[in-house]
């Protein structure tokens, strides 16, 4: 049996990986074993945790590891903390493969942990190119795992570029397009939005007319700007007039002015047209996707999930730069009169086709499969 | 004046960058900024803030990282020490550019710590090719530095592959060299060398006659290892019957089995013919290498300052794997029999003529007159 | 000139500190070294280190060390921070020095750093006795510390029974009466109330009319009973009638708890009755403190403070445990019908008369002319 | 069954606990949890971690802790990471009681992470007054635990003046006697020291002939004094010109000065006569310590076991001021002439009388009784 550790870390972490968690832990010569750090044991992102017990994982270890202060000194000290811990646990579990996800500072700590204790490491979501100084981090990982699962085309092409050997590339898809693909296919989701303003705060209002959907996140190197961006955003919306649910940003550098920005809003505008939420559990995100005459912000659901579900979608900024995009994203800047218009074009269109640019449901299988049959040399080298 | 910080970690660290140092503190745009680092602050290792004091450099900080232990996990668990102490020194003496030289693991806290803080972040060597965990992350740091000092050509070409623009990589050198041509040119060395075996323990001999160095580290993909390794070299040398200089091994993981196994062969030998150093200074060692019959081990200084000086070397085992190489050196397997033939044979051919490869002697000067002049992005994007 | 080093971690800390600042910061032989931390660094609970900006102190450095989760291991995992930075911070500005304040994690932090290193350590407020964790580490710090600096006599007669000599013990009393004898010789605090609703979230009422605080804190040793504790609370105040002023809880474990039981009353309860405030400044609370009708919760203030302004105060449950009380005090179980009725004859009482049992306003003086003369041993021996 | 945890930190610790350990691993009410950090998990201070699982016992978990530097800044770091670790590991085995062990700093991270997290504190070896650093660790966790253990009636009697309730103070001796009881019944020793120079550097002689042990420790509060301390030591010795044993030091504050004191008088002078350890078998050394002509130094053992085996002792300098002694030991500065004056009259004395001031070799037994049948409350209050 191969024992397979998916450290999981917030809550996109974790939809992101969930199905490839479930293959794991259903394959025959896999054992799965998960660990909890970072904001995935928080309160106030949303217990993960909690979800992930539901889910029917066990947890073989808890690592808290978020430094309060949301500045981008404490993203390295959060790093560091994971740091001084993980390699103890991964002691103590004896993983033969970490598998991790994305870009994040939490992956960066499990990445280097796996990877000075001579673990191969295999990584979701690799090659994509985004912005931020995620786009970095996600560079660098490849550079040090053993294993890549890219979601598309373009970013298996990119794997390999940098120096990767064919063969250690398997394009496999997103797991997370395994659980929209799952929910959509399942109902039309009015049982699972009829009790959702129970949650959060702010107004409410009926979901089977017109509303919006703003996500939006700092932007690490625009560390500084994310109050005055939320705000612009907020009003934007606001004069439109259509009432809209909004999400509470990641812990990331530079969340704490975001949400500085929402609270704000909130205490000086008439906010019954907004409903804000800490997070939405992911059944109800995705039809609210499926259903939304648009969505706005940063979130690469936009643009991920968004091409599957063919959600129209006005993507303001810089932290998406470059990531491979369907025909259902408009881009724009942080200005409101731009992201008005964008989002007044996106209503007049309506609903676009899918396009699995981003995986065709199948992902999670794929990945144990690979996990379960893959040879690796814990010694890289470079392929030129 | 822009703020240059350089971070020394090591003994080797030191070495690789003064020349750098003493080009950036004499500069008139550039200010300097020393910190001290894991085992450049250690008397066990050679105290190397003793010697940068006693070379004129003020130290802004001193941060002890080192989890004893030198197991794989412990490398990981100093990272994060370094990860958690280094942000709250930049904020303090808030540099323009980091300096980050190499791939050790205390490099690998430096360039996170700077890339979390939005820093530019200069990296010196990357773009080669090693074998061991190093190989993997003086890649991950090219992906996150945003000025490139590479040493040789071949190092350059592989960074632009790597995807980094062209004018953002500056083949310069490796600073190492300076040091080497400096002190070639400045005397014959007889004075350094006259009270050498004040230091070390073990035998006495007369250095004029032939000798042999032998410079092993641990391999940490090939934990546990380290005393076997050493233990046939040492074996092979004494066979062979020259006196030897032996070199105890740096910090990193398995550098304690190297060490039991120079220990326990002292205590079971006649060792009246080896002498061993925690370290050489640079100067000593530069001679040693010019007068030298044969340079054995693994030691990165056999290629590199090999080359320059043309000094007959016997390379064993896979940790400079790929590192490009002059005609100086043979490549032997951990076999006593291989290592006895090779040595032979470089002392048959004795010294070699210089090849340049890793640089002329400039390597500072530039690197210096480069930081005073470069533009960045810290928003970073690979070219494809 | 002795360099007295303060390190503040909360706004609590800063308030029992600020005076003594002052008196260190004019003593013309010492200096004042100011280092914040934890909680006082942090916007969601009242930047701290903004307002000590605003008094003219300037910051030698900042040390983010809160692991966020506030359960009970990120407690000792936030000290654990502390210890890891500090001497690294002690190292570089090298105090004769230390002064801290109180029973907090970041506290014992200091403590140990300090300690280790060989720094002499003053330490006020020692010797009191309260319940919950704080007791154990405020006396474990009575037995680190060189210098000691109760606030009132029985204090100072439990510090010399732990085994400290009488000489190092000196009664000055508590620095924060100093702020709040101050404030109120200054004016009446019409004008530092009058906008204090442009602050906080809910209701705006009148304070000229009767109205009620509340100010109530998670119980370390009582963890996962916050929610409960202070809805009782909450619904007490509210069949009361009276408008309320609620202060959210101080970050530790638990208080996420308080937190979410406050955020459920707002939610599901006519809240135009209420006021919540993140923090309220020192002058504020004062005038507030002077005038409400009654204290209720298990704040230390309605104990310290309440003596010295005369405040009516019900003091709910075990966590101010055996503090030395004057006779505004009312103690009460966490029981709905004991705090009404404790409210409801305290406010047929009225204002107290004035007991400074606590000090006498002129604590910060008395302890930096202390710290100008004091000896010490840094070897501690008990005295019996 | 209650769940036992003891955290094992060094060579020492593991000696002044085993019986214990033994004790509860067997008591049928009680389940043992091991857990090593520190120093027991080094080769360079002999692998306790290799011990303990000889003698049969399962780790629970192993925590490297130790900064390297052995400073006084990095005592205090070495805490913390142990405070950053061990919460984590409590979270997961979950023990009912933490039994910690005397008064090294790594004790200080046990006490401290059982306290934050509200597991019940059992503490060996309190209130003893012995000078450094250590002797305030001590007595602050006196003020942390739930449960005493001291070893002698004047510890006892001093913990209850702390503040102690009497119920929670249980005199059961010192659980390192019992091994020595248990080793000096055993036989004679000849076995056990047949082949004991095949381990550790130096001389060979006959140990059947007078001959001296010196075992001498930084004192953490006189940090760089300790190579000349160490020096005027083995000087002295060799004036005598008898044989001796010698151990380097513990890691602490100041260990690598003693070390280089060490080292340099062995490259310096003529040490046929002296033979170097690392550390001894408990076994060996009990043996050794019945038959010394004198222990010379100022390791606790020399009075606590040496009180009860009879041993002729000079104890130098401060390190063990005020511990409860018996006739067998001689205190003297550090000056060469008073020392060897000391072991001259020792060496015309000869062996003392067993006097069992610290326990009568059923301290352990005692020490799981207790533990199997305490209650305690967690909420400590002071008894005055």
């Given amino acids: 049996m191969r024992k397979i550790c998916v450290v999981v870390g917030s809550r996109a972490n974790y939809s992101s990986i969930k199905s490839a968690m479930y293959a794991i832990d259903e394959h025959p010569n896999l054992e799965l074993q998960v660990v909890a750090v970072a904001s995935a044991l ?8 909690t979800q992930m017990k539901q889910d029917g994982f066990d947890l073989r270890s808890r690592v808290f590891m978020l430094i309060e202060g949301e500045t981008p000194a404490t993203m390295a000290k959060s790093t ?22 994305g870009d994040r500072f939490e992956t960066m700590a499990t990445t280097l942990s796996a990877v000075y204790m001579n673990i191969a490491l295999a990584h979701t979501m690799g090659g994509e190119v985004s912005g931020t100084v995620d786009e970095s981090i996600r560079h ?7 294993i890549h699962f890219p979601a598309c085309s373009d970013a298996r092409d990119r794997i390999i570029r940098l120096g990767e050997p064919d063969e250690s590339v398997h394009l496999v898809g997103c797991p997370r397009i395994d659980l929209v693909a799952e929910i959509l296919a399942d109902d039309a989701g009015d049982d699972a939005l009829s009790e959702m ?3 959060g705060v702010g107004g409410v209002f009926d979901i089977k007319q017109p509303f919006v959907i703003l996500s939006q996140h700092p ?7 994310g109050e005055k961006q939320i705000t612009t955003s907020l009003q934007a919306i606001q ?11 990641n812990p990331d550098a530079g969340s704490e002015d975001v949400a500085r920005g929402m609270r704000k809003f909130r205490e000086h505008n008439d906010d019954s047209n907004f409903h804000f939420f800490k997070s939405i559990p992911i059944k109800q995100y995705v039809h609210l996707m499926s259903r939304t005459a648009c969505i706005i912000g940063n979130s690469s659901s936009a643009i991920r999930e968004g091409a599957y579900i063919g959600t129209p979608a006005v993507n303001i900024g810089s932290r998406q730069n470059s990531r491979q995009r369907g025909s259902n994203v408009i881009d724009v800047d942080h200005i409101e009169i731009e992201i008005a218009s964008a989002m007044k074009a996106q209503l007049n269109h309506g609903r676009y086709e899918g396009e699995p640019i981003y995986g065709d449901g199948r992902a999670g299988r794929r990945i144990a499969d690979v996990l379960a049959g893959a040879q690796w040399n814990i010694q890289k080298t470079i392929t030129y």
């Fill in 140 to 146: 660098a990982i490849t550079k040090f795992a053993h």
């Fill in 239 to 249: 004069k439109l007039g259509l009432p809209a649910i909004v999400l509470w940003p």
């Fill in 80 to 101: 560091g903390i994971g740091l001084i811990e993980l390699p103890t646990v991964f002691e103590q579990i004896e993983p033969d493969i970490v598998l991790t996800v």
């Fill in 219 to 225: 932007v690490t190197t625009e560390y500084g700007e």
């Fill in 197 to 199: 303003f129970e949650h």
């Fill in 42 to 49: 928080l309160d106030r992102y949303g217990s993960v945790e």
